[in-house]
């Protein structure tokens, strides 16, 4: 099948459960699925830490999954430094057991590819099961397509040229650089960042409150993939009203 234009919501680091404001993560999340429908998004990315911790309540994961039930569109979650996929991960709850066909955790802690073959989509991701700098959440990005558009999921640290200490989960230039993919969604920090290399197109869309340049708003990135245009990775971001 040829390859289709669409649009992907980025975001990261929703932190449901902190301890901070945990209205707030709330409202900014729904916020999000909002906008999934007002910016006529054909699926949802989030980059790592959507909780803030493992102790958080049942009913929090329920209604995280209620949610992206509303979204409609494939969700696809990738497990973060708050939000571990190890031995007790929160994403082994029962809530989960419920959860509707359109919500896509990726679960292989060595890298793990979803297809999603409706939208001519493959997403790549490695699951942290542990949060050091020995984990590379880029390890294993694919270096060659099968004819589908090809985005990664990593949530890390970004290694800039001039930095000198090893960070946990650290991302290099290099692994950006030497991917396959059209798009890598990165998660970690609070900014909005750009980090794209030697063409590969790589970007933090900050958490959704802490992206934002509004109060009383939420910031996304809307990624667009288009076949025909002379440039076929758009990046922006969108504010949303917080309501």
């Known amino acids: 099948m040829p390859r289709r234009d669409i649009r992907i919501i980025h975001t990261s680091d929703t932190h449901l459960g902190d301890d901070w404001d945990p209205d707030a993560a709330k409202r900014a999340l729904s916020a999000v699925v909002d906008g999934v429908h007002t910016l006529n998004a054909d699926a949802l990315l989030i980059a790592g830490d959507v909780f803030d911790n493992a102790r958080i309540s049942d009913a929090l994961l329920e209604f995280f999954v209620s949610e992206m039930a509303r979204?409609?569109?494939?969700?696809?979650?990738?497990?973060?430094?708050?939000?571990?996929?190890?031995?007790?991960?929160?994403?082994?709850?029962?809530?989960?057991?419920?959860?509707?066909?359109?919500?896509?955790?990726?679960?292989?802690?060595?890298?793990?590819?979803?297809?999603?073959?409706?939208?001519?989509?493959?997403?790549?991701?490695?699951?942290?099961?542990?949060?050091?700098?020995?984990?590379?959440?880029?390890?294993?990005?694919?270096?060659?397509?099968?004819?589908?558009?090809?985005?990664?999921?990593?949530?890390?640290?970004?290694?800039?040229?001039?930095?000198?200490?090893?960070?946990?989960?650290?991302?290099?230039?290099?692994?950006?650089?030497?991917?396959?993919?059209?798009?890598?969604?990165?998660?970690?920090?609070?900014?909005?960042?750009?980090?794209?290399?030697?063409?590969?197109?790589?970007y933090y869309s900050g958490s959704p409150m802490g992206a934002a340049s509004e109060r009383g708003h939420v910031a996304v990135n809307v990624v667009d993939l288009n076949t025909q245009a002379s440039t076929t990775v758009n990046v922006a971001q969108a504010q949303l009203a917080l309501l």
Not at 98 to 110: D, K, M, Q, V, Y
Not at 128 to 136: G, I, K
Not at 162 to 178: Q, V
């Open 71 to 202: 979204a409609v569109v494939p969700a696809v979650i990738l497990p973060g430094n708050h939000d571990l996929y190890d031995y007790a991960s929160l994403y082994l709850r029962a809530p989960f057991e419920a959860a509707s066909e359109n919500l896509h955790i990726i679960r292989g802690t060595h890298g793990a590819t979803l297809t999603l073959p409706e939208l001519t989509l493959d997403v790549w991701g490695r699951a942290m099961d542990s949060h050091t700098p020995a984990f590379r959440p880029l390890a294993g990005v694919p270096r060659e397509r099968n004819g589908n558009w090809l985005v990664g999921m990593a949530h890390g640290h970004f290694h800039f040229p001039d930095d000198t200490e090893e960070r946990s989960s650290p991302i290099h230039p290099h692994e950006i650089a030497g991917s396959a993919c059209d798009y890598i969604a990165l998660g970690h920090w609070e900014r909005f960042e750009d980090v794209s290399q030697n063409g590969v197109t790589a």
